[in-house]
């Protein structure tokens, strides 16, 4: 019983994260609702993919407390835990692809891509274990234990400053395309298909069309081979808009010390354009 307590907010969030863009097929959008869908598109992918992912999970770069907190503070705003998603995060690294791996898609597809979303799998003690470089920070732990509280105000925000078709269209579609589905399909097509670079212990591959949609993110099996740097698209042709983010905000003061990849891999990469 208290299995399902646990994933009944997940599983109404879910829903709710996919009722919001279906609405619009009844109420309509208006251009501005759009333009709001994109800057949201951006922000999200930024706040999960270079905040919660490269920056608190992997830890590629280095960046002051006060922008921590905001980039915590910014995952938050879309329902992201940066103790709780790294923790699953860097035991999904130590385990990938075997049984004890919440994203592998052997279990089937619906697992990889739902399932893993209602039953994280790991324990609040294997997630703490995993994270206290994270959960030495006080604001990071009361983050963990409150940030649908931050989701939940930020949403309410966008209702009250744009309307509801605002909240659906620009909030609602961009949080489901990217944290629903997005990630959903990194964890299952990085883990399925065979543009393998690297040859690397799990079953990690690159997948282009992910790569650009999702700002770096798909370059899959780069990033099992170089989990700690903080770029992901190797090559001149993967983009990895995230990278250049990071970059922006490096030259800005605001972050600093970007980890790059292996000097073997960047070898094994020119051997490889130029054999």
């Known amino acids: 019983m208290s299995n399902t307590i646990q994933k009944a907010p997940a599983a109404a969030l879910i829903l709710l994260l996919h009722a919001l863009p279906l609405s619009l097929l009844f109420t309509g959008a208006r251009r501005r609702d759009w333009v709001a869908f ?5 922000v999200i992918l930024f706040a999960l993919g270079a905040g919660l992912h490269r920056y608190f999970a992997h830890r590629s770069f280095k960046t002051s407390r006060t922008f921590q907190l905001l980039l915590a503070l910014l995952g938050a705003c879309f329902f992201g835990d940066p103790i709780g998603f790294s923790g699953r995060h860097r035991l999904h690294h130590r385990q990938s692809d075997t049984e004890r791996d919440i994203h592998d898609p052997r279990r089937g597809f619906w697992h990889a891509w739902m399932g893993r979303l209602l039953d994280e799998g790991y324990s609040e003690q294997e997630i703490l274990a995993a994270t206290r470089d994270l959960a030495a920070y006080p604001e990071l732990l009361w983050l963990h234990r409150y940030f649908p509280a931050v989701g939940i105000l930020s949403a309410a925000l966008v209702w009250w400053a744009g309307g509801y078709t605002m909240l659906a269209a620009g909030y ?42 999702m700002f770096g993110e798909g370059w899959h099996n780069n990033h099992h081979h170089s989990p700690g740097a903080a770029r992901a698209g190797f090559l ?15 030259r800005l003061g605001l972050v600093w010390d970007l980890r790059e990849a292996p000097a073997a891999a960047r070898l094994r990469i020119l051997m490889e354009v130029n054999p």
């Open 38 to 42: 994109g800057v949201f598109y951006v």
């Open 236 to 250: 001149w042709y993967e983009v990895d808009v995230l990278y250049y983010m990071l970059r922006v905000l490096d």
């Open 172 to 213: 609602g579609l961009s949080c489901c395309l990217i944290a629903v589905h997005g990630a959903s399909a990194i964890n299952f097509f990085g883990h399925t298909a065979a543009n393998r670079r690297y040859h690397t212990p799990d079953r990690s591959s690159n997948n282009a069309f992910l790569g650009v949609v």
